[in-house]
Nanobody, 115 residues
């Protein structure tokens, strides 16, 4: 059993910053990758940023160097530093953990960008 606990969401003004965290626990071995996805109302869930076990990173085009994904291997935790956010970043952000062919998801944390 794998559990993912996210934190750090909330209300932020346009141009502001936010840091999301996701801690994994349980039967964890041979993690392929950890990452963040988001889903806005009426839209499909989409990837935001992913970091592989080797440290390689992927960012969606819309990130445009505003976000940084990082991880603490010892704590099985992944972070998403979000800077210069805009209203289009409003969504529920989900943590993803991939072990082999299995995908695990967190419960989601709401990020709202509004003045």
């Amino acid at each position: 059993q794998v559990q993912l606990v996210e934190s750090g969401g909330g209300l932020v003004q346009p141009g502001g910053s936010l840091r999301l965290s996701c801690a994994a626990s349980g039967s964890i071995s041979s993690i392929n990758s950890m990452g963040w996805y988001r889903q806005a109302p009426g839209k499909q869930r989409e990837p935001v940023a992913v970091i592989s076990s080797g440290g390689s990173t992927y960012y969606a085009n819309f990130v445009n160097r505003r976000f940084i994904i990082s991880r603490d291997k010892g704590k099985n935790t992944v972070y998403l530093q979000m800077d210069k956010v805009n209203p289009e970043d409003t969504a529920v952000y989900y943590c993803n953990l991939q072990i082999g062919v299995q995908n695990y998801w967190g419960q989601g944390t709401q990020v709202t960008v509004s003045s």
